[in-house]
């Protein structure tokens, strides 16, 4: 019991656990919008990642990082990562993909448009933790008085 307690301590395995649940939420709305729906690659990746980001954002606040801040303080700085992020991380999946197009121009669009969309959520899981941890739900460090 005491290993299981000190694995869901750690905010790094409790924000895989919620981001399990955003992924499942997000990567479906973007395959489906992108698929059946026929959006286009950014307005479907942008929409999957808002209604994951909703979702994140709650769920990150009480139970990953345990946060004290406010919505006010922390939805503004949460959004920016979200932002800067999805930019990121999608842009340079897409450009990616986009090369390996070039080298094989017989698979069709669509796939590397979704194979984009994976590996954009995988470059994107990472910075988010990150940009979170040390951004959005940062918790002040104590100062240490020295007399």
Do not use: D
Request: charged share 5%; proline share 1%.
């Amino acid at each position: 019991m005491n290993t299981l307690r000190k694995l869901f301590s750690s905010s790094f395995i409790r924000f895989l656990l919620v981001g399990v649940l955003n992924t499942l939420v997000g990567l479906s709305v973007s395959f489906i919008v992108l698929n059946l729906a026929g959006w286009n690659y950014w307005l479907a990746t942008a929409t999957g990642n808002i209604v994951g980001a909703v979702c994140s954002y709650f769920l990150n606040r009480t139970f990953t990082f345990r946060s004290n801040a406010t919505v006010g303080s922390s939805w503004w700085k949460f959004s920016l990562v979200i932002g800067v992020c999805f930019g990121l991380s999608y842009g340079m999946s897409l450009w990616l993909t986009q090369g390996l197009e070039l080298i094989w121009p017989n698979i069709s669009t669509s796939l590397f448009e979704n194979a984009a969309i994976l590996l954009g959520n995988g470059i994107y899981t990472i910075l988010n933790y990150l940009g979170h941890r040390y951004f959005t739900f940062r918790v002040p460090q104590a100062k240490t008085s020295v007399n």
